[in-house]
């Protein structure tokens, strides 16, 4: 069974830094797109950044030029290095992956302080 399991989250103060991680367990092969989502409280899921297999990106116009994504597929994980963080960037942070169908991580907490 594959399970997705994110780590990284916490509180920092804006204009901090965080890194999350996301690790894939169990059996999974040839992972298409990696993707990083966030949801606030009161609000819908939505996109942050994905990557692909080639390691092309895409991120949402809120985190241009703060946050950056990456992956390892050699580890089948995928990282998102957040900087110059803002208190509307606090959410539950959830990766998922497709490799023929869509899994998704627990969420963890960013919380960044004003």
């Known amino acids: 069974q594959v399970q997705l399991v994110e780590s990284g989250g916490g509180l920092v103060q804006a204009g901090g830094s965080l890194r999350l991680s996301c690790a894939a367990s169990?059996?999974?092969?040839?992972?298409?797109?990696m993707g990083w989502y966030r949801q606030a409280p009161g609000k819908q899921r939505e996109l942050v950044a994905v990557?692909?297999?080639?390691?092309?990106?895409n991120y949402a116009d809120s985190v241009k030029g703060r946050f950056t994504i990456s992956r390892d597929n050699a580890k089948n994980t995928v990282y998102l290095q957040m900087n110059s963080l803002k208190p509307e960037d606090t959410a539950v942070y959830y990766c998922?992956?497709?490799?023929?169908?869509?899994?998704w991580g627990q969420g963890t907490q960013v919380t960044v302080s004003s």
């Open positions: 998922n992956f497709f490799a023929g169908k869509l899994y």
């Open positions: 169990g059996s999974i092969f040839n992972i298409n797109v």
């Open positions: 990557i692909n297999s080639s390691g092309n990106s």
